[in-house]
């Protein structure tokens, strides 16, 4: 077995492990832990023997400090499920050795082209070796790179005494694509006091700053009678939820926003005439945001339902997570070292937010303070996402760097 980051991540991406928003268990999906028994295995392999796969599909382990002095406990964390957004079954990986520049036709798919004028940090990536897929499946780089990259950086760590660092805990989680990656995890047993997730995109890139996210369940209750007899009776649940879909800001919508604009997004339909559920999601920077955007959401509801006098509604809203940088703003020193480390690594910091979340999200309203890193990863999700080895072995870098900052400045 040979132990670069390049390697760890081909034998990685190979493992399906997609996890399952229908599914109630933890994990989601069994064939997770397919993945966590190899990671296991080779933390084991490593020396760390404390390392192993709990019931829940999270995998545990520690490197233990080398230093006198007495330093925070840091834990590096990424998540071994790739989305359902994506088949992530029989992934062939393929490498574009040595990048002369120029747009990446897919093998398996030539319809599937990676074009520089999309993926402009492509223009970064000249003389490096960029790892695709065949155009067929996702690549698994989100965040399979992650796992590759802290792996990578564990091995060096305990094979090189004399870079001196504290006390580190490694955390693999489950089902983060679909919001449940923190579900069941033990803290206690983790023992760690700050964490910093290797989930990020581009290199250099730290961000501590997320959406706030909740989502939205509406039920719309019509009146079902036989077609036939419908005449000023009938009031099609299925009409009513177009209606509602129909009313819905385009401005504020995904595909509109950027930068600190917050969106209201329906991610599903299902029903009948008598009965249609719509699934939304609802993401901005500040609770006051998310706060507006139901509300405005629920008026177009009731305004709506004014022309189907005998049809009811049901309105939940569900929290998912918050904005983890009000969190990390109390701990300034998580997000310096950071910075530090990347610098050390050989690029130019840039902090920045995610329009989105990590598990780095919820853990931080947990009690573990959890900033992002780059992981190197790009076009996550679909079968154009791809990443280099360069990129990869930079952030296996920040991470070495970022222990050694920790017990420099304890």
């Known amino acids: 077995m040979t132990d670069t980051v390049l390697d760890r991540f081909l034998r990685y991406v190979v493992i399906d492990t997609q996890s399952d928003p229908a599914s109630s268990t933890q994990p989601t999906t069994e064939k997770q832990k397919d993945l966590g028994q190899v990671l296991v295995a080779e933390l084991l392999e490593i020396g760390l023997s404390d390392a192993h796969l709990d019931e829940h599909g999270y995998v545990y382990a520690t490197i233990p400090a080398n230093t006198d002095k007495s330093v925070p406990v840091i834990c590096f964390c990424s998540h071994m499920d790739t989305a359902p957004d994506f088949t992530g079954k029989n992934v062939k990986p393929q490498m574009v050795k040595a990048y002369a520049g120029g747009d990446i036709q897919l093998p398996g798919d030539p319809s599937r082209v990676i074009r520089v004028s999309e993926h402009p940090e492509l223009k970064n990536q000249i003389g490096n070796d960029i790892v695709t897929t065949d155009g067929t499946t996702l690549l698994g780089a989100d965040d399979k790179a992650g796992l590759a990259e802290i792996m990578t950086a564990a091995q060096i760590l305990v094979d090189n005494r004399e870079i001196k660092h504290g006390p580190i805990k490694i955390l693999f989680t489950p089902d983060e694509e679909v919001g449940r990656g923190v579900n069941k995890v033990d803290l206690e047993k983790l023992g760690a006091d700050f964490a910093y997730t290797m989930d990020g995109e581009t290199i250099g890139h730290i961000e501590d700053e997320t959406f706030s996210a909740d989502s939205v369940d509406i039920v719309i209750t019509g009146v079902a ?23 819905l800001p385009k401005e504020i919508a995904p595909e509109a926003t950027e930068g600190r604009h917050g969106f209201i997004h329906p991610t599903g339909v299902a029903g009948s005439m008598e009965k249609t559920a719509i699934s939304l999601i609802i993401r901005d920077f500040t609770n006051e945001g998310l706060t507006e955007k139901e509300a405005m959401l629920e008026a177009i509801v009731k305004d709506v339902m004014k022309a189907y006098p005998g049809s009811t509604y049901d309105f939940d809203v569900k929290e998912q997570y918050r904005n983890m940088k009000v969190v990390l703003d109390r701990h300034p020193e998580i997000v310096e070292n950071a910075v530090e480390a990347v610098r050390r ?12 979340g990590t598990d780095g999200s919820r853990l931080s309203f947990m009690g573990l303070p959890c900033p992002n890193i780059f992981a190197g990863g790009h076009a996550f999700h679909s079968p154009l996402e791809w990443i280099s080895r360069q990129d990869m072995e930079k952030a296996v870098r920040t991470i070495v760097e970022l222990a050694k900052v920790w017990e420099e400045r304890a």
Do not use: C, L, Q, Y
């Not at 690594?345 to 989105?356: E, N």
């Open 225 to 247: 009678i036989h077609p036939g007899f419908a005449k000023d009776r009938m009031e099609n649940a299925i009409k009513i939820a177009g209606a509602i879909i129909d009313r």
């Open 345 to 356: 690594a050989g690029m130019t910091p840039v902090r920045g937010s995610i329009r989105g």
